[in-house]
């Protein structure tokens, strides 16, 4: 990132501050004002006594000279150059399937939900490993694809903060999940493709055993691996049920067995991963994208970025600032 300047000439008008300084000591250009006082009759003449108000006349000319040196930074066209790699070849695909079910909402994971702490994550790992493409499935007691596999970050950044636990109803279908997810990536080009579980359980619904689906990323070349969310022992749990809207509230015995998620996570040229907190989760998901990354080529674009009226509105305010205080506080007249 650099900043640059499309009118830098008109920082000459800066010049301006020091010589209207001058001038003002040498009396030239003085403001013509009647005092209104009393010094004739020997009266006072006026003053600050007070050292607040002091500060706050001294404080309103600092507003009034910052607006006239952001009008001359607006005027000098402001514009920031940003560096933004352009991938020119496919890189991985990577399908994050994130389990949805009731007691993902327990709160163990560094004081927010399991399943808050799982989207975070992938919001994350998004942002840092920009040139592979991401979708997404959720999966309950059913499955759906929410994001298919796509370039579009956003798109699935955006998705992410619409995730509610018991989406996709109260039951944990892996088999159904993995298996919508092979699904949609089968058909896909890419040289690497790898789904990413996102669970606190043990499969429990669905029509599809795990191992079935285990089979069938094996059989279209892809890899996967498994992660298991949540510490052992009772923790604390509350959420809203989005199709009945009730609320439940109490304390989730959490001691699943992951043995079947490390049997099929190994199966099918992965690993398992039992994380317990959000460093955890991100040190994990990291490790499985750097893994499955491939070589990819790319330019540089450079990304142009115009602050003249995000400058020029600050030297309004600053003058806004100014007139209130010089003539609704000190009543002044300018």
Known sequence: MSVDFMNPASFLLLLLIPLLYTFRKIKVFNQISLPLSFSDWNGWVFTWNDKFRKFVSLFAEILCLAGYVAIVIALAEPVVH??????????????????????????????????????STI????????????????????????????????????RLETITIG???????????LSTAVY?????????????LLTDGENNAGEIHPETACGLAIKNGIVLYTVGIGTKGTVPLEYVNPITGKNYSGYLDSNFDSTGLEQIAVAAGGRYYSVETVSAMNMALSSIIKKQDVVQSYYMKTIDEYYYQNVLAVAIVCFILAWIIKRIYLKEFM
């Not at 796509?150 to 798109?155: A, H, I, L, V």
């Not at 989406?167 to 999940?177: H, K, N, P």
């Open 82 to 119: 940003h560096q933004e790699r352009v991938y020119t070849s496919h890189g991985t695909d990577v399908m994050f399937v994130l389990d949805t079910s009731p007691s993902m909402a327990a709160r163990d994971i560094n004081g927010v939900t399991r399943i808050e702490a799982a989207c």
């Open 167 to 177: 989406l996709m109803g109260e039951g944990t279908a892996i088999g159904t999940g």
């Open 123 to 158: 919001d994350k790992i998004v942002d840092a490993n920009p040139g592979a493409s991401y979708g997404l499935v959720v999966m309950g007691s059913q499955a759906a694809v929410v994001v298919p596999v796509t370039n579009d970050k956003e798109t699935l950044k955006s």
């Open 184 to 196: 949609h990536m089968k058909s896909t080009v890419a040289k690497r493709k790898c789904i990413v």
